[in-house]
Each structure stands twice: as C-alpha cells, then as structure tokens.
C-alpha cells in the first residue's frame, strides 16, 4: 500500500489544474477529443478535428477517447482524458514490479545458503527486489515528463515493461494462455506506436530463447506470433475494409513505421549517448554493475531477458533517424529491472555515494524551486524575479493555499527521509535508490504546485484560442488553416474554433501561423495566387512566446 500511495503521489501532481500543453500532450488530447466527440470514421482514421495523425497507431488514442466518454461530463475533457494517463502508469509500474519479482523468486537468483539458516524466503527476497526496480524506475528522469501526457509515449513505455513481464511469465513457465497473453501484449505495443520495436523485441526474445529454452520456440513462433500478428493487422485491415473518409490510414502508418529504420549515423550515436545518460539516470549505474556482478552466470534469465531488452531497443534507438527523447522510453523498464539485481552486491562507499549525491543535487534543485517561488510572488531576489517575469510576460501571481501546504508538507517528508536514511542507516536492499527516487518525487510535486501556474501560462494555447474566438464574426464559421497539432486541437477544444473538414472545403476564413511581426489591420494578401484577396481581422500571440504569430483572415472575393 505504500508503494501505490508513492506511485499516486508520483501521477497526480502535473495532471490536475492545468491546460493540455504545447507538447505531444496536447496533440495526443487533441485525437482524443475528436475521437470522442465524433463518429466511427475519426475513431478508426485518427485525426485532429480534420488534421490526419494516423502514424503512431490508435491504441492510446482510443483508451483515453473512451475515458472522456465516460468522465468528461464529470470532470471535463482534458482532465479525463488524462485518467488514462494514470492507467498507463499504474500499467507499467505494476509490470516492472511483477516482472522483478517473478525473476527474484528464481532459484539463481537467491542468496548463498547460511550454515545456520537465516536467509530470506524466495518470496520475501523477491518482493524486496521489487520493491527497488519500482523506485528506481520512478526515479528515471526521463520517465517524469512523458508519464503525465496523453500521449501514446505514456502507453508505449507502459507497455513494453507489460511486455517484459509477459514473457518472463512465458519462459518461466510456457503454457498455452501465457503464449496467448505474449503474443496479444506484443500486437497492443504494435498499435500503439508502431510495429517495428515490437518486432525487434520478438526477434531479440526468440534468439534468447533458442539459446536458453530451445523448446519455447514452438510456443512463440505458433502461437504467441500469429496472435501477435493478428492483433497488430486487425486495425489496417478493418480501415481497408471500412474506409473511414473515403480512404485508409494504413499506408501512412506503415510509412511511418518503415522510415524508423535507417543506417546508423554519427548524429545519432552522439543523440542517444548525450542524452540516455540522464534520460535514464538512476537506473543505469546499477545496471551496469548488476551486469557485471553477475557475469559468472550470464545465462541467468534475470540477467539475459532485461539485458536483450536494452540491447534490442538501444539498436533500434540508433538505427531511428529521427531523435526523439520517445526512442529512449523503452530503455527505462529493463534498466530499472536489471538495476534491482544489482543492488545486492553494491559496495557501501558506492551507495554513500549515490545517497550523497542525491541529498546534494536534488537539495539545491528544491531549494531553487523554493527560492523561485518566492522570487515570482515577492519579487526579491530580483534578478530570479525578473528572469521569470521576462520568460512569461504579463503573468500575474496568486498565493494558492492548498498548493503552499502540499509543497511545505513534501519539503518536510524530504527532510524526514533524509535524516532516516543518514542516520538510522537502514540494511533494506532498496537503500540506494530511496533517496533519488524521494528527490525526484519532491521537485516534480513544488513544480507541479508552486510552479504550475507560470509553467501553464507559458505552455497554454488557451488566451490565443479564446482571442480567435471573438474575432471570428460568427461562431460556426469554418477557418481554415497551416497550423500544427498542437495549436489546431488547443484552438478547437478552448475557442470552439471550427476548422476545414477532413476532406477539405471552401472557408471564409482563414488562419495562419509565421514568425514575421503583426501586420496592419487593413493588410490584405492574395496567399494562393488565386485572385481571392483576405483582410486581417485579428493577428496576435501568446505574451510569452516572441516567434509564433497568428492571423485571422476573412475572405473578401477576388
């Protein structure tokens, strides 16, 4: 119960009392939303009120498309959209843990028998194993962000911890239904954000065990692998079929998914170096010594299934041309497993170290967030309150109660944890990693309180929506448009703005995004050397964002 009490600690803060943000947050709600305010053909062709998006696949989409079904007359839209966002982690935070403690009960993995007795129980053992992989994947840096967003990254790193877990149960004891559950865990991954890590991952996982199981090759290769298979095609081959807006979204999902292969390139060995290295700290200093603490038995399943796991995505992340931090997710949950086992064996200077620079690093970082804080809502130091006011100009502070005393409360239980770590010195295998987790924890929940209101001015479109919704002379006009994902769904969702259909139409207004600076109300441009001439009813942007520029035309004639 502690454990999930951490965990909701850890999701709530960053998904209430805020906007859907200029990231994949708020495009993924953007297909959400259309999904659920609109028929058959968004919910099989996703789009964003007419934008086509089919590339990641729907999965994601769906699960939090359904969740607005259901709560969005409670608590509204985007916050639940966001209740799916919570399901993903819950997902995979209970399929790291489970996947530990099914490898921590194997007998290869137990502690040397004490002459005397005394050693722990395999499940005692395991479940303390557990316990460490969870908190050091809640510690991931790069796990923070990409958990709060209704995205289908949230899905996608969930899921390959579901995958792990799948199977480990397989090889640990091969069956008919954990054959099944592999193969459909493998075909859900594959429509959430494409076919090629899934692929590669069953590929990895049937190598490894035809060197360690040669006779779980039958249960992959027939059954997990049709079924797989099956799952994967049923969404291509039901759009063919159906036709959602007089086409099918199959091909750009699969040319999407082949342009994620390419050669190595320098770029990207450079990319994924530079940033894996805090992407997934703390997890990975601990699986690298876990490795070699346990290289006199390399064929130990703990061992070898997360390791094939980071291999097979590390390879796949190098071959991507396109370097994004969501090739790195996948790393975290075999990182965050591997690292458990290697707790054990962790010297004590090692795990001073690691509590020494935990205490020091994210002490500082608290302690800015505080100072920060106070420098928005006082004004002193003012050089910090200038600095912020300059970021997000025209932001005006308001002291939160309820937000000061949940920040006063976590600094406490900070300083509280600290003191039980330094000063008691607890023998518990998950010592290591407490510290760095409970530091994470501590500056997302200030940012997510104390923070949240200059970090939501800053990254909402809402303002913007609302100024094109006055302007627009009548409210269902249609709009047509250049601008991305992200503002078209922020646009539609807060300015009720209606854009061009799917398949297109004539619209009398037009709305277009550049980074030149606002023209003349009286401008007029001819944009499509057709003859038809626009006015400027309105240009503007968001105070704290100097480059995006917006323009509301309207039609005139030629």
């Known amino acids: 119960m502690a454990l999930f009490a951490l965990c909701i600690l850890y999701i709530l803060p960053g998904l209430i009392g805020r906007d859907p943000w200029k990231t994949d947050d708020a495009t993924g709600f953007g297909i959400m939303w259309t999904m659920a305010h609109g028929g058959i053909a968004d919910w099989l062709w996703p789009n964003i009120v007419g934008l086509a998006t089919p590339e990641k696949g729907p999965l994601a989409f769906w699960l939090g498309a ?11 839209d985007a916050l639940a959209a ?34 005397f007795g005394g050693q722990p129980e395999p499940r005692e053992y395991g479940r303390t194993l557990a316990d460490g992989a969870l908190l050091i994947y809640l510690g991931c840096l790069g796990l923070l962000l990409h958990s709060h967003e209704t995205s289908a990254e949230a899905l996608y790193v969930a899921l390959t911890g579901t995958t792990l877990y799948a199977v480990a149960r397989l090889f640990n004891r091969p069956s008919l239904r954990t054959a099944l559950v592999a193969g459909l865990v493998f075909g859900l991954l594959a429509l959430t954000r494409g076919w090629v890590m899934p692929a590669g991952l069953f590929i990895g996982f049937t190598l490894l065990a035809g060197w360690r199981q040669p006779a779980l090759l039958r249960w992959l290769l027939l059954l997990s692998l049709p079924l797989a298979l099956f799952v994967t095609a049923s969404w291509p081959v039901l759009t063919n079929i159906l036709q959602p807006y007089d086409g099918t979204p199959a091909s750009a999902w699969m040319s999407w998914n082949l342009g994620q292969l390419a050669l190595p390139s320098a770029a990207g060995l450079k990319y994924f170096f530079r940033y894996s290295i805090w992407f997934a700290w703390p997890a990975w200093p601990f699986a690298g010594w876990a490795v070699y603490a346990w290289r006199n038995q390399r064929g130990a399943l703990h061992i070898t299934l997360p390791l094939t796991t980071f291999l097979v995505v590390t390879l796949l992340a190098l071959l991507n041309p396109h370097h994004v931090e969501a090739n790195l997710l996948p790393l975290l949950p075999p990182l965050a497993i591997l690292a458990a086992f290697g707790l054990p064996t962790m010297k004590r200077g090692a795990i001073n170290a690691v509590d020494w620079f935990a205490v020091m690093t994210l002490s500082t970082s608290a302690a800015f967030i505080w100072i920060g804080w106070i420098a928005k809502q006082t004004g002193w130091p003012a050089q910090i309150a200038h600095n912020a006011f300059k970021l997000a100009p025209g932001f005006k502070p308001e002291f939160n109660l309820l937000a000061f005393v949940v920040a006063v409360l976590a600094t406490i239980g900070w300083i509280v944890v600290v003191h039980w770590r330094i000063s008691r010195r607890p023998s518990v295998l998950w010592r290591a990693v407490v510290l760095s987790t409970a530091g994470v924890i501590l500056c997302w929940l200030l940012l997510m309180t104390l923070w949240l209101p200059w970090l939501d001015y800053g990254k909402s479109y809402a303002g913007v929506a609302q100024q094109i919704a006055l302007n627009l002379p009548r ?30 139409a004539d619209c009398d207004f037009l709305l277009l995004q550049d980074n030149n600076r606002p ?12 003859g038809v001439r626009w006015k400027l009813l309105w240009n503007g942007r ?6 995006e520029h917006y323009r509301l035309y309207q039609r005139v004639g030629s």
Not at 66 to 76: A, E, S
Not at 519 to 530: R, S, T, Y
Request: a positive charge; charged letters at 15%.
């Open 66 to 76: 359904i969740c607005i079904k259901l709560f969005g007359w409670l608590v509204g």
């Open 82 to 115: 966001r209740a799916a966002t919570v399901g993903f982690f819950l997902l995979g935070s209970i399929s790291v843990w489970q996947t530990t403690y099914l490898l921590g009960r194997r007998p290869e993995t137990q502690p040397l028998q004490l002459a």
């Open 542 to 547: 968001r105070p704290s964002d100097r480059d």
């Open 475 to 504: 409210s269902n006009a249609c709009v047509d448009t250049n601008v991305g994902p992200t503002q078209r769904a922020t646009f539609a969702y807060f300015g009720h703005v209606n854009f061009a259909p799917f398949n297109g």
């Open 519 to 530: 023209l003349a109300k009286d401008a007029m441009i001819e944009p499509f050397g057709d």
